[in-house]
């Protein structure tokens, strides 16, 4: 590969990525406009800012890895997701919106009565998220390691630019890029699927031939998590219920999830495909490496990879741009840092979001493993605060000792199942202890 010219198109695509933060930033002037890109999201930046959300490390790095292991199986994370949007989309969206909140963790206040359970919730809601975040990291390193040129510059100077455009311009920053690299990343992957295909149509068959992966191992507490925790997670997601919140209306929020959830499950067979061919391929895949970046490489001419490597890079960013955003979304709205003498909200929140960044660089060195980064990531908030959220949505009359037992015994038995292993899925185990908790504290309550 042409690492002369794959600079210079990468070069590029930053120097764009950034005229564009530049170019929205010129009306952000408050912080609903640097969070909630003032309100005003249409259906078409709305559906491809949603979607963008997803179409990163796990969909498409953590897909193909997990396809190249396990087959066909390797779409439940992205199936998970898919139901997520499908659940968002016939009605949790749209009550959402009618909320007058900026974080998910403000439902605590507002429906509970309670800053203290807002303060736990966000708290909870970031640390889900630097794992996200984290998972993102692992794809950049599993990217350039696929590429053969892993190097410590490149890899900090890729999140140095990611971090600048969302300092810069916020949520309209990250919402009108999104546009643009899912565009790119559709246009490119579609492409190639499709020439893949027409080249060899025997790959179709070949992949079929499951007596070539290994099943053998697998059982349904390894595969329920890849797709419930994903798919719960969506209900209480900061970096998705932040789109819908900026949605101009309710209907708009409900419409965009129902047409991501299509376009998602739609797009994942396309990783799905490629993890399977890379496997009966017979490639070398270095430990930590992608194999999607291996088959792409045993099919595209040198001009072609570094597209498609680029586009997996626009994937990367679209993804983690968008937790960054949230992440400080939930602790600059969710918390007074005016304590600290500095009053101007707007410049704090973007100080934040930029050590929030650099701190994230930290995570790369914890794990390869993109999928098992983003499912335990998952459970924690799954675990505490699915269950008190869940009831903002269909209660008026809400119990806040409920909402304490509930968080509780949600993250107690978080921990208590991974030090005692059960042969239920501690997943839905926790779960539904946490509504144990609940109505525990409702019957008090009473």
Known sequence: MDISLFMTIFLGMGIFYLILGLWVSRG????????????????????????????????????SAESYKIGY????????ITLGFLFLGLGI???????????????????????????????????????????QVIGVRGLLLGLGFYNEI???????????????????????????????????????????IYSNPQSLININKVSLF???????????????????????????????????TKKLAALSALLSSIFIISFSFIPVYFGMLAKISSLN????ASPLVAIVSNLANDFFLILIVCGIAAALISTADSLLCAISSNICQDFDLTYFGYKNKLKISQIITLLVGFLALFVAYFSDDIISMLIQSYELSISCLF??????????KLSKKAAFISIISGGCSFILFRIFPVAFPKELASLLLSFGGYFLGEYFEA
């Open 28 to 63: 952000i002037k408050t912080t609903q406009d640097f969070f909630l890109a003032g309100k005003n999201l249409g259906l078409f930046y709305l559906t491809f800012t949603l979607v963008a959300t997803q179409i990163g490390g796990g969909t498409l790095l953590g897909t």
């Open 154 to 196: 490149i890899f900090v100077s890729f999140w140095f630019f990611i971090i600048i455009y969302t300092v810069i311009g916020g949520l309209k920053a990250v919402t009108v890029t999104d546009t643009y690299q899912v565009i790119f990343i559709v246009f490119l992957f579609a492409g190639l699927f499709i020439f893949s």
């Open 285 to 288: 895949i270095l430990p930590g």
């Open 93 to 135: 969206a749209s009550k959402l919106r009618s909320f007058n909140i900026s974080t998910t963790a403000q439902l605590f206040e507002l429906k509970y009565g309670s800053v203290f359970l807002k303060k736990i919730a966000s708290i909870l809601s970031v640390l889900t998220m630097f794992g996200l975040l984290g998972g």
């Open 387 to 396: 269950v008190p959220i869940i009831f903002c949505y269909f209660k008026n």
């Open 73 to 80: 199986f390797g779409i439940f994370y992205s199936l998970g």
């Open 214 to 248: 290994s099943y053998r191992g697998l059982n349904f507490n390894d595969l329920f998590p890849v797709i419930f925790n994903p798919m719960m997670f969506s209900f209480i997601e900061q970096d998705l219920a932040q789109r819908f919140l900026a949605a101009k």
